[in-house]
């Protein structure tokens, strides 16, 4: 049978991966799919780049709608990324009726319900494995191999950047500009960082990993979004010596009792014991807490070239399998059937989660501070867990509180902030971290 006929468009870190991929282990992906995945063209601006890279006998073009307006290609593959030309192009190749592969989570977390709608009414397929979590075949485990089980909840490091800095942070007490420059050149960052520094890549991953789980269309809008910005190196000295690893985590909860589900990224206290709180580097790590199953989780490289092309090249085996299929009878884009997805299960607002908390309070060394801190806390319901006080240094009269508590409900500890925030003997904005156990 002919090979199937791609076109990539964009060829930088993952489009290269992909090209490199398919080339070397040809033989075995045509194996697999039942018959061969052939590059015809590639497209990025600049061409004499694409053309050193591709060699002859590949069609090398600047203008994307060539390659979608292409009629011997049968899937675009679109790596450009961001909402711009990339919607365009996914839009008008499912407008001519090829299949999509993406590794793309913006434009699917923002406009994915558009998207998934044109290509149900079209038949095709959009495959988009490579967009959460790189190299892990996280969609394809909870869409399919997870798909008898009633999922409880998802928490995730689904950004490789934000992992790879507060790792070297940690372990080797870098600064954080630096450490992102290295993310950065090694290929891990976003065209604009702080897409990754500011959780919003996190979380567009995290609002298709919630549509999967629970059947809701995509909701990027709703997601609670916190980055690292507001994160100080000794907020993760005093974690470790509280027995905790910060992360910056997306979890998105079931919460039957409030007829929602929570979507949030921030960082996270989570116990060092929890082998995902020793996910460390670029690497990402998604637990899933399911009925049947129970506990899964899933680790693996979650940025670069070639892990990232691993998923791309992934869906390109699958589409080929099922390209000439009865488009009723593939595997929904979001795992539920399209007239089955619930928008009555909303997405739950900050104030209603529920969390323990650290907390960090620069506070005047001075007789009676602790005991109206913890006065505040009861007050408002508020239990303590463990406190750490460090000793002021010599002529400093000063010191650093930290706070753990138990689980209470964000709207309480919002007041309780309030009014401590406002104790004269407090001398710097508090630090709030959440703290899950995801035990
Ligand atoms: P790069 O910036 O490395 O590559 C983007 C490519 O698109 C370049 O080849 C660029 O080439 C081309 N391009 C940009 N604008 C246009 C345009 N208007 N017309 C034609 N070509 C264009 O990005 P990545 O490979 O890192 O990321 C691609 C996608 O994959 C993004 O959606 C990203 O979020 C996602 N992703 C990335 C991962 C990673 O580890 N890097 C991991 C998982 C997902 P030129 O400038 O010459 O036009
Ligand atoms: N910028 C992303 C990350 C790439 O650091 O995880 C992978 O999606």
């Known amino acids: 049978m002919k090979p199937i006929q791609v076109g990539l468009l964009g060829f930088g870190t993952v489009g290269g991966g992909t090209f490199q991929v398919l080339a070397r282990n040809q033989d075995d992906i045509s194996r697999r799919a039942g018959r061969g995945i052939e590059v015809r063209a590639v497209c990025r601006r600049d061409l004499a780049a694409a053309r050193a890279a591709v060699g002859e006998g590949v069609r090398v073009v600047a203008d994307p709608m060539a390659i979608v307006n292409d009629p011997e290609i049968d899937i675009v593959v679109e790596l450009i990324g961001g909402e711009g030309v990339a919607k365009d192009v996914v839009m008008a190749a499912i407008d001519a009726g090829k299949h999509v592969v993406t590794a793309n989570k913006a434009l699917l977390a923002v406009h994915g319900n558009e998207v ?134 997306g979890i998105t909860r079931r919460r039957d009792e409030l007829g929602g589900i929570e979507l949030r990224v921030h960082p996270t206290l989570i116990p060092t014991q929890r082998l995902i709180a020793n996910v460390e580097g670029a690497m990402n790590a998604v637990m899933v807490q399911a009925d049947a199953a129970g506990t ?18 992934a869906d390109l085996v699958d589409v080929t399998r099922l390209a000439t299929a009865d488009p009723d009878h593939r595997v929904p884009h979001l795992a539920f059937q399209p007239d089955r997805l619930d928008g009555s299960l909303r997405i739950l607002p900050m104030s209603g989660v529920r969390s323990s908390y650290y907390l960090r309070l620069r506070v005047a060394d001075e007789t009676g501070v602790l005991s109206r801190i913890t006065t505040i806390l009861a007050e408002n319901d508020i239990s303590i867990d463990a406190v750490l006080q460090r000793e002021s240094l010599e002529g400093e009269r000063q010191t650093d509180l930290i706070i753990l508590t138990h689980t209470t409900v964000e709207e309480k500890m919002d007041r309780a902030l309030e009014f401590m925030q406002s104790l004269p003997s407090v001398l710097a904005p508090i630090a709030r971290i959440r703290k899950e156990d995801l035990a």
Do not use: C
């Open 116 to 249: 998934f709608a044109a290509a149900h009414a079209k038949g095709v397929m959009v495959a988009f494995e490579a967009a959460v979590a790189g190299g892990i075949p996280i969609i394809k485990a909870l869409r399919e191999s997870l798909a008898g089980n009633r999922i409880e909840w998802v928490a995730g490091i689904i950004n490789g950047t934000t992992n790879f800095i507060l790792s070297e942070m940690r372990a080797k007490g870098l600064d954080f500009d630096s450490v992102l420059k290295e993310a950065q050149r090694l290929g891990y960052a976003e065209a604009d960082p702080s897409f990754d520094v500011d959780g919003i890549d996190a979380a567009h991953k995290l609002t298709l990993l919630a549509s999967i789980a629970f059947g809701v269309p995509v909701q990027f809008d709703k997601a609670h979004v916190e980055g690292l910005r507001g994160l100080s190196s000794l907020d993760i000295k005093y974690a470790e010596q509280l027995g905790y690893r910060i992360k910056l985590l």
């Open 296 to 313: 899964t989780l899933y680790y693996g490289k979650g940025a670069g070239a070639e892990p990232t092309a691993s998923s791309v090249v």
